[in-house]
């Protein structure tokens, strides 16, 4: 028989046993400190943050501006524009970009480049642009003083399609031996539309004339008043038949973009004779 003090000591622990059941994980008073420190999340100030820079060329200075420069002088370029920032000068010479140069910022937002000349470079109006880069931001601006290069030539020898020189002619003077000679192309109009895929010229000439042939690229910006050159696709010699008639096909540019155009260049050549140079501009489609 079960006593009533037996009784009471099952209840108070059936009790205790409730109450330590009943309480939930992690509500005990004692809490014992993690032996970590804790970490705060890092705060931005996103007003500090600039999403991108604003570009700005403030001046461009060269010495072609006061004074006239020869072939073998060199052309230094200063610039003063946003620091930091990838800088370049092209050198457009008679409407055509013939080189683009790196600028080095020899001090913050000052930029300096130096445009080396060949002794056979002759350029009549010379115009300095500046190209300022930062990601995909491009800005341009241009020196409005032009300059000129006068060309620095052996004596008595001028240069005809850029790789041969021919004795006693002057291409500047009117000399009559030059341009006696017929030179054109029969097969586009200037300015036509054309596939650069499959595109053969043809032209006519004096019968079995040499005739220098170079074929480039150049993509118009700014409306056509710049023209940033390409790749040249032909530089060669043919030789026109007995009835003078010439053919050539021009290699399909490398990288087709829209609005690229192609510049043809000839001068035909008989013995110490030459023709003036006959240009044909076309765009591919």
């Known amino acids: 028989m079960i ?28 809490v014992t400190e993690s ?18 820079v604003t570009l700005q060329i403030i001046s461009i200075a060269h010495q072609g501006k006061t ?12 610039i003063k524009a946003t620091p930091g920032v990838n800088a370049s000068i092209l050198l457009l010479a008679d409407k055509y970009v013939i080189k ?8 913050s937002g000052i930029y300096q480049a130096t445009i080396d000349f060949d002794s056979n470079t002759q350029i009549v109006e010379g115009v300095i642009m500046v190209r300022l880069q930062h990601g995909k931001e491009v ?21 005809i399609g850029g790789s041969r020189l021919i004795p006693n002619c002057n291409l500047d003077s009117g000399d009559p031996e030059v341009a006696t000679i017929p030179l054109n192309f029969t097969s586009h109009s200037n300015g036509e539309i054309v596939n650069g895929e499959d595109l053969v010229v043809i032209g006519e000439t004096q019968p079995n004339a040499e005739v220098n042939i170079k074929v480039s690229t150049f993509l118009p910006l ?58 044909l501009t076309l765009q591919n489609n």
């Not at 032996?35 to 991108?52: A, M, R, V």
């Not at 341009?140 to 020898?157: D, I, L, M």
């Not at 530089?235 to 990288?255: E, H, L």
């Open 139 to 159: 800005v341009y601006k241009s020196e409005n003083t032009p300059f000129s290069v006068t060309r620095v030539n052996p004596e008595g020898t001028c240069t």
């Open 3 to 30: 006593t009533r003090q037996y009784s009471q000591n099952i209840a108070y622990i059936g009790s205790m046993l409730g109450i330590l059941l009943y309480i939930p994980l992690g509500l005990s008073q004692t």
């Open 67 to 78: 004074k006239s420069l020869t072939s073998d002088q060199s052309l230094t370029v200063k």
């Open 35 to 52: 032996p970590f420190p804790k970490i705060e999340p890092p705060t931005y100030n996103l007003g500090s943050i600039k999403s991108h």
């Open 100 to 107: 683009e140069t790196t600028a080095r910022e020899i001090s």
């Open 222 to 279: 700014m409306g056509d008043i710049v023209k940033l050159e390409g790749e040249t696709l032909l530089n060669k010699t043919i030789i026109a038949d007995q009835k003078g008639n010439f053919s050539f096909a021009v290699p399909q540019a490398n990288k087709t973009i829209s609005g690229l155009k192609y510049n043809i260049d000839a001068i035909a050549i008989v013995e110490d004779r030459t023709s003036k140079s006959v240009q």
